[in-house]
Nanobody, 121 residues
Framework: QVQLVESGGGLVQAGGSLRLSCAASGGILSINVMGWYRQAPGKQRELVAAITSGGSTNYADSVKGRFTISRDNAKNTVYLQMNSLKPEDTAVFYC???????????????WGKGTLVTVSS
């Protein structure tokens, strides 16, 4: 059973930084895209950033220049470095990955349970 476990959320003041981590485990053969999404209260879940296994990245316009996504393929882990945080970044951040498992040999999308990031003004 594939599991994605996020860590690194918390409370930070505006202008501060946080680093999120997400480790995937459980019968993994390969992972293509890994990404971070967020959902603020009363809003839909939105893509924050994504990264392919080759290192190509994509960012939401609202975080460009402030957030950096990276991954360690050997550890099946994706990171999100968040700098210059704003109160509007407050949300639950979810890890997402396209995983091919040993048992199915097919890719499927998996989600973590989320980690809360709160930015105070």
């Amino acid at each position: 059973q594939v599991q994605l476990v996020e860590s690194g959320g918390g409370l930070v003041q505006a202008g501060g930084s946080l680093r999120l981590s997400c480790a995937a485990s459980g019968g993994i053969l390969s992972i293509n895209v890994m990404g971070w999404y967020r959902q603020a209260p009363g809003k839909q879940r939105e893509l924050v950033a994504a990264i392919t296994s080759g290192g190509s990245t994509n960012y939401a316009d609202s975080v460009k220049g402030r957030f950096t996504i990276s991954r360690d393929n050997a550890k099946n882990t994706v990171y999100l470095q968040m700098n210059s945080l704003k109160p509007e970044d407050t949300a639950v951040f979810y890890c997402n990955a396209g995983v091919r498992t040993i048992s199915t040999m097919k890719y499927a999308t998996y989600w973590g349970k989320g980690t809360l990031v709160t930015v105070s003004s």
